[in-house]
C-alpha cells in the first residue's frame, strides 16, 4: 500500500478486493491461525486511519474498497 501510495498520482485510485472477506473482517476477534483474515483487517484499518486518501468500500460480493489520493 504505502509503495503504490508513494508512485500514486494525486486524484489517482487504487481499487482493493475481497476488503470484506465473506464478513469475517467483521469479527471481534479472528481466530489468530486465521492470518488472512488478520491481514486484511489490518490492511482496512490501515487505509481506515490515512487521512492523505478518500475511501469508501462497497458491499459487493467480498468487498471492494475504492481508494483516492488527495
Known sequence: Y???LARLS???YIIA?????DGHVL???PH???LQTIG????NDLVAADNRVEKVI????DGLTIIRKK
Request: hydrophobic residues 35%; aromatic residues 8%; without cysteine.
Open 32 to 34: 489468530r491461525t486465521d
Open 27 to 29: 469479527e471481534e476477534q
Open 58 to 61: 462497497l458491499p459487493l460480493r
Open 40 to 43: 486484511i483487517k489490518a490492511f
Open 2 to 4: 504505502e509503495m503504490v
Open 17 to 21: 478486493d475481497n476488503t470484506l472477506w
Open 10 to 12: 494525486d486524484g489517482g
